[in-house]
């Protein structure tokens, strides 16, 4: 029933500024995505984007990133399968989410590894002010933050 009262209010909706999917992982019935996918037109104007810990993550992040184009704050946990992994193909959506904004101000993320920021960090578009990282395990990668010293000419 809250699936079908969200489908109604998105397709009712002219433009939808702030979208939150972020779940509980304990919630057993996230916001099914395929909700998302009819209702385009009102999320043109996105300025605000939350999600983590939801089983649809890569689909979100692909679709999203060929209609919105507009987000300004950017807050995503990344999801981790039973082995405590994140499949690589889950950064390649965020980049390309990433590639797609053009006024992106602030991006937050909890969870990344280990390759996080050799797919992502070259994607950051230039509006980009402020980045956090929360609880993200970047130790062993080697040169994770090069990139923004070369690319905001930055030095230690």
Do not use: W
Not at 4 to 26: G, H, I, S, V, W
Not at 39 to 60: A, G, M, N, V, Y
Not at 80 to 109: A, H, M, P, T, V
């Amino acid at each position: 029933m809250a699936e079908e009262l969200c489908k109604m209010f998105l397709l009712q909706c002219p433009t939808l500024y702030r979208l939150d999917l972020a779940t509980d992982l304990n919630f057993l019935n996230p916001f099914k995505f395929s909700s998302l996918t009819s209702t385009k037109s009102c999320l043109i104007k996105l300025r605000e984007f939350k999600c983590s810990d939801h089983p649809d993550q890569l689909k979100i992040f692909t679709t999203l990133s060929n209609i919105c184009h507009n987000i300004e704050v950017m807050q995503l946990g990344i999801l981790r399968d039973n082995d405590n992994f994140i499949d690589s193909s889950l950064y390649e959506g965020i980049r390309q989410l990433l590639r797609s904004q053009r006024y992106l101000k602030k991006f937050i993320c909890s969870f990344a590894q280990k390759g996080f920021m050799s797919i992502i960090g070259p994607n950051f578009p230039i509006s980009l002010q402020d980045i956090t990282l929360h609880a993200c395990d970047l130790l062993d990668e080697e040169d994770s933050f090069n990139y923004f010293m070369e690319y905001y000419n930055l030095t230690t």
